[in-house]
């Protein structure tokens, strides 16, 4: 990790870096509610069959599964094919229950003022309720918290912006004739614009819309006002439109305020051209900016489960894919895009495949428009139902770093894996400068990355229960003394009487 800590921040500071720092779910299958915060590298879940594990790692996948790919689809529906109904996805399968997932991105933006990296947080929390009409779930909501000083919530009746009082004031009270309603609190100012919901429905019914209104229709008006004679008191005013709905929102913003030289935790670098280009020009995080930022991380979260091996056997129709899907089906497919890319074999996968099978070569085979992922053992060529589960699981996971996600999530990741090869690829995705959320019942994970890194998963009688070591250091020490190993310590913990 220090190396890559070294590199980002030798970067030129051009485009802004994040990192997904925190995931929020509620009333998600088991999970009532649950916060769980997020270190670069592996974080590791362990707890009992059925505790949970698996729905935090779906429910995550979900905000990618409902807001990128199956806003692409008609009918909407972003549970399919894993589940049979959209109630299946909702705490104790009540309909009248909204499931809540969100993240929070720490991010680092590039100052053109003093070359500096500046610190944001951003939080998006999407609520989706269930359509018994349609069977099927839907966004009805969406909260998005910009560094602590404006709160924007989406849903179908309105959309609220809640702003600092005083530099509202300041700059001209602006959206006070536009607003349907303006509450003035002590410290912030609530202004509220009702949607007409004929117009709502058509955009929550397809969040490529909502998802559409930030990145490709983006239209911001800025200006700065300042007060004669007084600099201190100058505020930028943006308007967000929304031209699906016809509105211009207002929203007065702060100048950065915390500032460094250093990006630390090196998040993920986002590069796009137009929002580099408009953030070259301002010192302010636009919400829009924000709000594409949110959306870029949810597109790269990579899920995988247990690969699909039977799948490998027969060569795929080739369609130029980047996306891996959760059973690795389309590996070989990815595979060639990577090649293709880069027009070579990812470097770094090729190193993980020869420290892991040091008698193996991989390639690609493409013929007539079809691929099929080839390998060779000791010479000998071996079509792909010889290849063996552990070599492919390594592919996947190899190819899942090459994509460069922003969330890497990977489920039971001790299946078909030897405790070394294991450790080989704990140490590679340790290394990642993103977060890896993988859930486990094996105990070697749980050794290799100790009580940092480790995160205990109960079902109790409240719904689950997440929870981190509290003083990792201290438990390290007392384990030590008692000559007790850190899983056996924690197969203690979760064993159920
Ligand atoms: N809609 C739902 N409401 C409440 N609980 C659910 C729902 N769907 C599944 N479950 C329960 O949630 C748990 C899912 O656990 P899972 O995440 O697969 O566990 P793990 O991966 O830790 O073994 C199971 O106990 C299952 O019965
Ligand atoms: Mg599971």
Redesign the pocket.
């Known amino acids: 990790m220090t190396k890559a800590r070294h590199k980002a921040s030798k970067k030129r500071k051009t485009s802004p870096l994040y990192m997904i720092s925190k995931i929020k779910i509620k009333n ?4 009532k509610e649950t916060d769980i915060t997020l270190l670069p590298g592996v974080n590791i ?1 362990v ?12 429910a995550t996948y979900f905000l990618y599964k409902a807001l990128i790919d199956a806003a692409e689809k008609t009918p909407y529906r972003p549970h399919i094919p894993e589940y049979w109904s959209g ?8 309909p009248n229950k909204n499931i809540e997932i969100g993240i929070t991105l720490n991010v680092y933006l590039p100052s053109n003022k003093n070359d500096k990296w500046c610190h944001e947080t951003i939080e998006g929390v999407v609520v989706f309720g269930y359509d018994a009409q349609r069977d099927t779930i839907l966004p009805i909501e969406y909260n998005f918290l910009i560094s602590n000083y404006l709160y924007l919530k989406i849903n179908t009746n309105s959309i609220e912006i809640i702003m600092n009082k005083e530099s509202w004031e300041a700059s001209g009270k602006p959206g006070r004739n536009s607003a349907s309603s303006i509450i003035e609190k002590k410290n912030k100012v609530i202004l509220t614009y009702n949607i007409d919901p004929r117009r709502i429905t058509s955009v929550f019914l397809h969040p490529r819309a909502i998802i559409s209104m930030y990145e490709t229709d983006f239209h911001i008006i800025n200006y700065a006002i300042k007060k004669k004679g007084d600099n201190r008191s100058s505020y930028k005013v943006s308007f967000i439109r929304f031209p699906l709905l016809d509105i211009e929102i207002p929203v007065v913003l702060r100048p950065f305020t915390e500032c460094s030289e250093e990006a630390k935790g090196i998040p993920v670098s986002w590069d796009n051209m137009l929002l580099n280009f408009l953030l070259s020009k301002v010192d302010y995080l636009d919400p829009s900016l924000a709000i594409s930022l949110l959306f870029d991380a949810i597109r790269k979260i990579v899920f995988l489960r247990h690969p699909d091996a039977g799948a490998l056997r027969e060569p795929r129709p080739f369609t130029g894919s980047n996306r891996l899907n959760p059973r690795a089906q389309n590996l070989a497919e990815v595979l060639l895009t990577l090649h293709g890319r880069l027009g070579r074999m990812p470097e770094r996968l090729e190193e993980l495949i020869s420290k892991a099978f040091p008698e193996f070569r991989v390639w690609v085979d493409s013929k007539f428009g079809r691929v099929v992922l080839m390998s060779e053992w000791r010479g000998i060529e071996m079509p792909p139902p010889n290849l063996p589960d552990g070599l492919i699981k390594t592919l996947a996971i190899g190819a899942a770093i090459e994509l460069g996600p922003s969330l890497l999530l990977i ?2 990741i001790e299946n078909s894996l030897h405790a070394n090869l294991l450790e080989i690829i704990i140490d590679e995705l340790n290394q990642l400068p993103v977060p890896v959320i993988a ?1 486990t ?1 094996s105990p070697i994970p749980v050794d290799i990355v100790g009580p940092e890194r480790t995160i205990v ?1 109960l ?1 109790e009688r409240d719904g ?1 229960v997440v929870e981190r070591i509290r003083d990792p250091v201290k438990l390290r020490k007392s384990l030590a003394e008692h000559g007790v190993t850190f899983s056996d310590y924690i197969y203690g913990v979760t064993v159920k009487d």
């Open positions: 998600f299958k088991n999970i879940l707890g009992p069959n059925a505790s949970g594990k698996t729905s935090i790692l779906e109630l299946d996805l909702i705490h104790g399968k009540d489920d039971e859930a019942h998963v079902s689950v």
